[in-house]
């Protein structure tokens, strides 16, 4: 997240589903991915929440019905999830850390690649993300926000997805980590997936897609956790200063007939 809206390339397959969850570098992994494939990476957050309205929408109406509960449900969420990803060469971040079985299933050529991260460094980030997400603010605040003002509703419905991937595992939640990591371990085949630590740099992810290490370019380091505090920030901001003109012509009103 806090990265631009990647444009999907018509033409291009997914060759790279990332299943990492969110605060493990998912934003550094994009970025290199894009630089290696030369082609748009799909992260979830910044392509919903920085894209066109369609797009956040897509999103909603795919997680409104998820896990389906029927095969016409199944396929209405995988066509969704097909035009979603369309023209990007690799997926990453939420909600498709939730969505493997299905992304795996529409590209069964595509590398299972899971960014990883020392467990307690990775709790204590998500404890401070979490701790910030009031989605009572947010939803008011960003009510007149054209798309942001349906990013509640989106961080909603990723908090549902969450709470479904891991009803039954306790906290703490070191714990929906652990088990993330050994449901992919157990469902996805072991030529497909492959672990990997934004901190190794180049050399083991450029050995695993087959192709050389940049010259020149530094692995990118991208700081989730400030990006995502500046993008709400900013779109708060915007929220907050058209509330603000709203009110101020209001009461300008209501001062006029008052003076009259």
């Known amino acids: 997240m806090g990265q631009q809206y990647s444009h999907p390339q018509p033409g291009v397959r997914l060759k790279v589903i990332g299943p990492g969850l969110s605060r493990t570098g998912t934003a550094s992994f ?11 990476v799909y992260h979830g957050g910044t392509q919903a929440i920085l894209g066109p309205e369609s797009e956040i929408k897509a999103w909603l109406e795919l997680l409104s ?3 389906p509960q029927s095969p016409s449900a199944a396929a209405k969420s995988m066509a969704i999830l097909r035009r979603i990803t369309e023209g990007y060469a690799a997926i990453t971040d939420a909600p498709s850390y939730g969505l493997v079985q299905e992304l795996m299933t529409l590209y ?4 299972v690649i899971c960014t990883v991260r020392d467990v307690e460094s990775w709790e204590k980030s998500m404890d401070t ?25 989106f961080l ?4 549902r997805q969450w709470n479904h991937l891991f009803q039954n ?21 072991k030529e497909r997936l492959v672990f990997f630590n934004v901190k190794d740099g180049w ?8 192709l050389p290490v940049p010259e020149g370019i530094p692995f990118p380091r991208i700081n989730d ?36």
């Open 203 to 210: 050399e083991p992810l450029c050995q695993v897609l087959d």
């Open 156 to 159: 909603q419905g990723l908090d």
């Open 30 to 40: 994009s970025r290199a991915l894009e630089i290696l494939l030369d082609a748009p």
């Open 65 to 67: 019905q998820w896990p």
């Open 108 to 111: 069964p050529d595509a590398k």
């Open 225 to 260: 956790s400030k990006a995502i505090s500046d993008l709400t920030q900013r779109e708060v901001r915007r929220g907050l200063q058209r509330w603000a003109f709203i009110i101020i012509i209001i009461l300008g009103i209501i001062l006029f007939y008052l003076r009259g």
């Open 169 to 189: 595992i306790p906290f703490p939640i070191r714990n929906h980590y652990n088990h993330h990591i050994k449901w992919l371990r157990e469902n996805v085949p």
């Open 129 to 153: 993300i979490q701790s910030v997400m009031d989605f009572k603010f947010l939803r008011l605040a960003l009510f007149l926000v054209p798309t942001s003002r349906l990013v509640p509703a």
